[in-house]
C-alpha cells in the first residue's frame, strides 16, 4: 500500500489524465451511447475528487481508439484535423457529463494544440497504437490498400502506428491556467493536443501547420502539468497500479511506493509517470479510475514523488 506522502489540504487543483480506453473498451462499437455511459461512470470519479478534496479540476483524455476509426472513414483527412475532431467530439461528452455530476462548477471543453519538433525521428519510427484492433491478414489488406502501417498490439491483434513526436509546449496553457484560477473544470489537450509545428519567420511573423501524428496523452499531460505548476498529475488507467516489467506478465507485482521519478525510469519506459514530479517538484500518481482519490492520498495506486520530498518524510 501506499504511503500517505500527499497533503490533500493543500492541493489547489489536480489534473487527471484519463486512460485512451476511458470512453471506448475495446471490441466495443463507437457509438455515442456507448461512449456517453462511459463518460457518466469517468465524471462520477472524478466528482468525488472535486467535493471530497476540494480541489479545481483539469482534465486530459486519449484518442487512439476515435482517432483511428475517424481516420479509417476518412483515409484522406490528415491526422491532425482527425485529431481535432476526435478531441471536440470526446471534449463534448466529457463536458456534458462533468456539468450533470458538478452541477455547481462550470465547465468547459477547450481544443488544445501542442507544439511539436518537425525534425523528432520519431517522424521516421511510428510507434502509437491507434484504432481498433485486426487480424494479420485484416492488416496487410489495410496496408495495401491504405498504405498503413501495422504493428502487433500483444496478444490483441494488428493495430496501426502513427508518428508520436514528444511535446514541446501546451499553446493554450496560459488560458488553461486561468480557467483553474478560477475554478473551471477545464477539458483539454484530448489526444494529446492537435500537432503543430510553429514556424517564426523574423521577430513576431509565424506561422502553424498540422503535422502527421498523435501526440502521446500522458506525456503531453505532464508537459501541461509543468507549465501551469498543478499540484497533482493524476494518471488513470485501466490498471490499479504500475506493475513491474521485470516480472510482468508472469507475475502481477506493483513496483515499490512511493516512488522517485528516477527509480521508475530504472524500471523501463515511464518517462510521462515520472516527467511531472521531476518538472514541477510536485508528487504524481498511477491508477485506477475508481480509485482516484485513495491515489492522490497515497492509500492506492502507484505514488511518484521527488526525491526531496521522500528523503524529507
Known amino acids: ?24 473498451q475495446r471490441g466495443e462499437p463507437p457509438i455515442p451511447e456507448i461512449q456517453m455511459r462511459h463518460a457518466r461512470e469517468a465524471a462520477t470519479a472524478l466528482k468525488e475528487l472535486v467535493q471530497r ?17 475517424l481516420a479509417l472513414q476518412a483515409p484522406d483527412v490528415p491526422l491532425d484535423v482527425l485529431g481535432a475532431e476526435s478531441e471536440g467530439q470526446i471534449g463534448y461528452l ?14 468547459v471543453a477547450m481544443l488544445t494544440q501542442t507544439e511539436v519538433d518537425p525534425a523528432d525521428p520519431a517522424f521516421s519510427h511510428p510507434t502509437k497504437f491507434i484504432g481498433p484492433c485486426y487480424s494479420k491478414e485484416e492488416a496487410e489488406k489495410l496496408t495495401r490498400e491504405k498504405g498503413f502501417t501495422f504493428k502487433q498490439d500483444g496478444e490483441h491483434g494488428f493495430r496501426r502506428v502513427v508518428a508520436s513526436p514528444q511535446p514541446l509546449k501546451i499553446l493554450e496553457s496560459a488560458a488553461i491556467k486561468v480557467l483553474l484560477q478560477q475554478c473551471f473544470t477545464t477539458i483539454c489537450a484530448g489526444g494529446g493536443g492537435i500537432p503543430v509545428v510553429v514556424e517564426v519567420k ?18 503531453a499531460s505532464a ?9 497533482f498529475l493524476l494518471l488513470l488507467t485501466d490498471a490499479p497500479a504500475v506493475y513491474n516489467p521485470q516480472t ?9 511506493t512511493p516512488i522517485t521519478p528516477a527509480e521508475l525510469l530504472m524500471l523501463g519506459d515511464f518517462a510521462a509517470g515520472s516527467m511531472g514530479p521531476k518538472e514541477t517538484g510536485k508528487p504524481a500518481g498511477i491508477g485506477a479510475l475508481q480509485e482516484a482519490v485513495d491515489i492522490v492520498l497515497g ?9 526531496a520530498a521522500r528523503s524529507s518524510s
Open 1 to 24: 500500500m501506499a504511503a500517505a506522502l500527499t497533503e490533500p489540504q493543500k492541493l489547489k487543483d489536480v489534473l487527471v489524465a484519463l486512460g485512451g480506453n476511458a470512453l471506448l
Open 53 to 69: 478534496l476540494h480541489v479545481a479540476l483539469c482534465v486530459t483524455h486519449g484518442n487512439g481508439p476515435q482517432v483511428g476509426l
Open 94 to 107: 466529457l463536458e456534458t457529463a462533468l456539468a450533470e455530476a458538478l452541477p455547481e462548477s462550470e465547465v
Open 202 to 219: 523574423s521577430g513576431l511573423s509565424w506561422r502553424r501547420y498540422g503535422v502527421e501524428a498523435v501526440i502521446d496523452k500522458d506525456a
Open 223 to 231: 508537459l501541461l502539468g509543468a507549465q501551469i505548476h498543478t499540484d
Open 248 to 256: 510482468w506478465p508472469a507475475k502481477k507485482e506493483p513496483v515499490p
Open 299 to 307: 492509500r492506492k495506486g502507484t505514488l511518484i514523488v521527488p526525491a
